[in-house]
């Protein structure tokens, strides 16, 4: 029998945030609409969040489904010590190459032994927490600011390495030209101190499929 999915956590600011976007962006108004009540969900578990972002690097949000609905099929339930004991043919078997068996194995080793400071995350600022899950081998800035918004919900992410964001921003605010990493700096100031939330609504411009990790 398959474990029950843990507790979907909404985040307590979307409402006011959607408020202040419509009032100061015009894409915000009309995108935010458009998708009723649907907002940022977290599953509330930061091991699994962090091996699904890992799973999902560099591959297309369906392909990365995909691997992890076969990945996640293989312990009784994802945990490190569970994976831990995974074979590493059964996990490339899954669809992960060798360097995201080696990632998610180096996550997991990580969080068995603690070398993580999860009960201070609530109070850390961002950059610090971005500072300390990059020194974990395959997570990079993007990962772990996909951990902020996904995992923490933190309100004001930029993800500006994130090619949905970036592609999005080009196709709602520029008819699709290229797009620079300054020219998205200059469009998310209208989103301060919600950026994480404009952020979501692009994605869903390209994918009205929510994306969870």
């Known amino acids: 029998m398959k474990a029950l999915e843990p507790l979907i956590v909404t985040p307590d600011y979307w409402a ?22 649907a907002c940022l969900q977290s599953r ?3 091991f699994v969040t ?15 489904q995909t691997v992890w609905d076969r990945f996640s099929a293989l312990p009784k339930k994802i945990t490190p010590a569970n994976v ?3 074979k590493v043919d059964d996990m490339r078997a899954a669809g992960l190459s060798v360097r995201k068996v080696e990632y998610i194995v180096d996550l ?8 993580v400071t999860e009960s201070e995350w609530a109070t850390m600022e961002d950059d610090a927490i971005i500072e300390e899950l990059v020194a974990i081998r395959g997570i990079g800035r993007w990962t772990a600011e996909m951990f902020l918004i996904f995992y923490l919900m933190r309100p ?7 090619v949905g964001l970036i592609n999005g921003i080009s196709r709602n605010y520029f008819s699709g030209e290229p797009v620079s990493r300054s020219d998205a700096r200059e469009v998310a100031q209208a989103w301060q101190p919600y950026c994480t939330v404009a952020t ?3 994605w869903r411009s390209l994918d009205p499929v929510p994306v969870a990790y």
């Open 16 to 37: 006011q945030a959607c408020q202040h976007l419509v009032k100061k962006d015009r894409v915000m108004k009309r995108l935010i609409p458009q998708f009723g009540d």
């Open 44 to 46: 509330g578990d930061a």
């Open 50 to 64: 962090l091996a699904r972002s890992i799973v999902g690097q560099q591959i297309s949000v369906k392909a990365a």
């Open 84 to 86: 831990l004991k995974l």
């Open 108 to 115: 997991s080793l990580h969080f068995s032994a603690n070398q």
């Open 156 to 162: 004001n992410v930029l993800p500006l390495d994130d």
């Open 200 to 202: 979501w609504y692009i």
